[in-house]
Each structure stands twice: as structure tokens, then as C-alpha cells.
């Protein structure tokens, strides 16, 4: 273990405020301790931001941007690139660390660093795409046209589920915009944060690059309330659960701040009697086992035609008894652990309430207590989608079954909860097909054909509908978010005419 740490440049004694390159030495009273679910021993303690250090944060990403909003964008692109060869450089000790922080098993966690790779890339490209429009103007002798200006210090705001990769969705893309950043991760992984800043600040040293462009700051609720609340930070990109994402949108609006925000999901497939069985159970059991059911994308629903139904749960239930669980380092290993005890008396909870709701436990959701860590079985259930529970989103790895008869009555259940990130329809049958993915079908930011609702392509917007909190991140044109337009005319004739054919002499 230390020898990926300190390959990644980590000491045990690390602190964890970072404004560029340079970490604050400060030694408050307690700090945040970082365990690995897989076996509850500690990995390293990280030192909470004050109040103070994050004042210098703030002042640091303000001086900053001033000089790197000049900066051109293609020369921005340019520091990102090398961000992505020092991410590939580092990619399997920090994916190793993704592992042992969050739980993952280790090819997930080689996937989350590749993403931040991915993103690298895409954010090089777009540094030389950030496009205005140019309109016809009425007025003769008039040009009329829109640009792209960068906003200042984005705060993000990153969960425990992907501790790197979201960060990078964020910061990436506003770096090449123009903005600076001020990252606030999560207190369950402080490590992968230090990692990430440590990885950073050396193309920002190399490059001789001002402190503030990338800034890092640690701690709990209070450190992103401080985020939140500060009227020196005009855009917030918050990740996590509903309840958190209706606070930030609370406390940033009333200031008239801006907010990109990533919230829950409630995700389901609609199996046809005309799927493809085999390609569709490969898809279910890694979008419900997957991280242990911990990704905002996860499958927790599957709404299943009456003619097939059997035959799938039957199916399910023979995989489901036959996956590996344990180590998440280890090899062969499918499914690590939760991510904390809550995790796990979350999931006990919800299993509780679909058998008081009427619903039925098919198989799995044992807690694995010879295991030192935080182990449970993936759960399967029969259940009514109206039931409470199923309403709302466990962060566990439960899969809801139920049937339908009708392409309308699926649909109906699909859209049924308050969420709405993730969807998916597997389907031979093209006018299925072409439905699910009309105005009349799915209701979520994404929506997909035969293919699982976990594991999004950073080339497209990703975030979701209704409660999942309305947010792009990532690829198309997300990149508007991070900036402010401007409409600007110029006059080039001698005539100062009026819009609309106002007349108004002196």
C-alpha cells in the first residue's frame, strides 16, 4: 500500500488544502481519517481546511484567473494535455488507490482514471472550439455577434462513488474555458483529492503557472457550505444525493449564483419479449452489481414483459449466486465492498421496507460478517414500482423486478419516480426502439438501446431530469455552462440607427 502511495507523492502525513502546488502546513485538532471498506483499517489521515486556509483558497483562485483568462485557449489546452500524460504516467498507482479508498474493484478503478485521461483529451480539442454565433443585424452597417467569456472560480463539489473522474468532468473543461477551480472532494475519499492535486501541481510547477488555477480544499458538510454561500464564486457543480443538491441550489440561488448539479438516480431497463436475453443479462448485472451498486447510473429497476419474466429472474438468480465477492484488489474479484457501515444498515433498511410494502426478497442482501470489511450479497426483489421504497434511491446494490404487458404501461412505470437520469431499452423491435427514445418514451437526460444504463461516454452531456437536478457535465456543448455569453454589435457606418425603426432626433 505505501508504495503506490508514495508513488503518487502521498505521505501520511500529507496535508490536504492545496492552492496549486503549494499545501498548507497547518495541524487542526482532528482530522479526517481515511479507512478502506474492503477491511476498516486506516490508510492515512488528511488535515481539514479552516475557515482560513480557505479564504487564502479563494484569494488564490481569484489572482489566479485574472491572468489565466488572458491566457489563450489553445495554451490552456495545452496545460490539460500534459495534465492527461501525467494522469496516463500515474494511472495505475492512482487507480490502485481508487480501489483501496472507495471500494471499487481495481479495473473500475483503472476505468475512473481513464476517464479523467478521456476527458484530458476531449477538453484539448474543445480548446480550440469554443464557438460564438454571428447574426444578421437589422440595422444597416451593423455586425451583430455572441462570445464566450469565462465565469472565475468554479467550485466543485465531487461524491465518494467516482472520487476522481467527476472532478475531472468539471475541472478540465473549465480550465480550458478560462475558469480556475476550488475542488471540494468528499471526507470518505480525502486521498484520492491529495493524489489528484499532487499529480496537477506538477505540470503546474513545470510550467510555471500562478498557484490558484487548480486549488484543492478538504473537510465535510461545512467546507462545501462555505463553497456554496461565497458570492466570489459565480458557478457551483455539486454531485451527490437530492437532499444535498436542493440545499446547494437553495443557498447558490439566493445569491443568484449558478449551479450545475448531478443528483440521484432511479434507473431502469425495460426488457421486450424481444430482447436479446443474452446481451441483456451481461448489461443488467454489471449496471446492478457494479460498484457495488454505487453509481448514480446504476440499474435499480427492471421493468420486464410478463413473457419473459421468469425466464430473466430465473436467469439473474443463477448469476447472482454464482459472483465473486471480496478484495476489490484482488483478481477475479466482481464486487467490493460498500462504502461505510451506513452503506450497509441503508441497504438492511430498504430490504425491510419492500417485504413490509409486500414485496418479496428473491435472493441475496445477506451481510457477509465473516468478512472484515463492508460485504453484502447483490439483492434481488419482487416489488410494485408505487411501493415507497422503490421510489426513492438506495445506494446498494438492490435490483427491483416487476412486470408489464403493454409498450404504454412500460413506459408509464419507467417514467413513475421522481428521478431521471439513466434509462435503457433492450429491444430487437425498431418501432419499440424508436419509442422509447420519442417525446412520448423516456424521461431522463439519457436514454439508451440496448445498452445498460451504467457507464457513460464522456463525448456526451451527461446529467438528468427532475429531481436528478437538470445539470450537463462532460461532452457536447456542457462546455456553456462554465461560461457567460455576450451579445455584442458593432457599428461600422456613419448613422446611428435605432432597432425596431425607433426615431428619436435631438
Known amino acids: 500500500m505505501n508504495d503506490f502511495l508514495s508513488e503518487l507523492g502521498i505521505e501520511s502525513s500529507n496535508p ?9 502546513e497547518s495541524s487542526p485538532d482532528q482530522a479526517i481519517v481515511s479507512y478502506s471498506p474492503s477491511n476498516r483499517s486506516e490508510i492515512a489521515r488528511v488535515t481539514p481546511t479552516t475557515k482560513e486556509e480557505y479564504d487564502l483558497v479563494v484569494e488564490a483562485s481569484l489572482s489566479a484567473f485574472a491572468e489565466w483568462r488572458m491566457t489563450p485557449a489553445p495554451q490552456r489546452g495545452e496545460i490539460v494535455r500534459q495534465i492527461g500524460l501525467a494522469l496516463r504516467k500515474y494511472k495505475e498507482p492512482l487507480g490502485r488507490l481508487v480501489s483501496l479508498e472507495m471500494g ?14 478521456d476527458i484530458c483529451d476531449f477538453a484539448v480539442g474543445l480548446s480550440r472550439q469554443l464557438y460564438g454565433l454571428t447574426m444578421h443585424s437589422e440595422r444597416p452597417r451593423h455586425r451583430m455577434y455572441e462570445q464566450w467569456h469565462p465565469l472565475g472560480p468554479v467550485g466543485v463539489i465531487s461524491a465518494f462513488n467516482f472520487p476522481v473522474a467527476v472532478y475531472s468532468w468539471n475541472a478540465m473543461i473549465a480550465a480550458v474555458c478560462g475558469d480556475t477551480v476550488i475542488w471540494k472532494g468528499s471526507e470518505k475519499t480525502p486521498l484520492c483529492g491529495v493524489a489528484v492535486q499532487h499529480i496537477v501541481a506538477e505540470v503546474l510547477k ?3 503557472l500562478p498557484e490558484g488555477i487548480f486549488n484543492l480544499i478538504t473537510g465535510g458538510r461545512e467546507a462545501g457550505e462555505w463553497l456554496t454561500a461565497d458570492d466570489r464564486i459565480p458557478l457551483v457543480s455539486a454531485t451527490g444525493s437530492i437532499r444535498m443538491g436542493k440545499r446547494v441550489a437553495q443557498t447558490v440561488g439566493a445569491r443568484l449564483g449558478k449551479t450545475i448539479l448531478e443528483l440521484g438516480g432511479n434507473n431502469a431497463i425495460i426488457i421486450s419479449d424481444q430482447a436479446d436475453l443474452e446481451m441483456t443479462l451481461r448489461a ?15 440499474t435499480r429497476r427492471l421493468i420486464i414483459h410478463e413473457s419473459v419474466y421468469e425466464e430473466v429472474k430465473s436467469r439473474l438468480v443463477s448469476i447472482y449466486q454464482k459472483i465473486t465477492i471480496g478484495d476489490p484488489l484482488a483478481e477475479g474479484t466482481l464486487v467490493g465492498p460498500l462504502i461505510d ?9 430498504a430490504l425491510a421496507e419492500v417485504k413490509k410494502s409486500g414485496g418479496s426478497l428473491v435472493e441475496g442482501g445477506e451481510v457477509l460478517t465473516e468478512m472484515s470489511g463492508y460485504y453484502v450479497k447483490p439483492a434481488l426483489c419482487e416489488v410494485e414500482n408505487h411501493f415507497p421504497v422503490v421510489q426513492e434511491e438506495t445506494f446498494a446494490p438492490i435490483l427491483y423486478l416487476m412486470k408489464y404487458k403493454t409498450m404504454e404501461e412500460a413506459i408509464a412505470l419507467h417514467n413513475g419516480v421522481k428521478q431521471g437520469l439513466s434509462s435503457s431499452m433492450f429491444t430487437l423491435n425498431m418501432r419499440e426502439a424508436e419509442t422509447f427514445l420519442s417525446h412520448a418514451g423516456s424521461d431522463c437526460g439519457i436514454a439508451n438501446i440496448n445498452i445498460g444504463t451504467s457507464g457513460a461516454e464522456i463525448g456526451g452531456a451527461f446529467g438528468g431530469e427532475k429531481e436528478t437536478g437538470g445539470g450537463r457535465e462532460s461532452g457536447s456543448d456542457a462546455w456553456k455552462a462554465y461560461m457567460r455569453r455576450q451579445t455584442n454589435t458593432i457599428n461600422w457606418g456613419t448613422d446611428l440607427p435605432l432597432a425596431q425603426g425607433i426615431s428619436f432626433d435631438v
Open 206 to 208: 513545470e510550467n510555471q
Open 104 to 117: 471499487k474493484i481495481y479495473q473500475e478503478g483503472l476505468g475512473e482514471v481513464q476517464e479523467m485521461i
Open 16 to 24: 490536504g488544502t492545496s492552492t496549486g502546488a503549494r499545501f498548507f
Open 341 to 349: 457501515q451506513d452503506a450497509v444498515d441503508a441497504m438492511q433498511t
Open 284 to 298: 443488467v448485472v454489471f449496471g446492478a452489481v457494479g460498484t457495488a451498486g454505487q453509481r448514480c447510473t446504476s
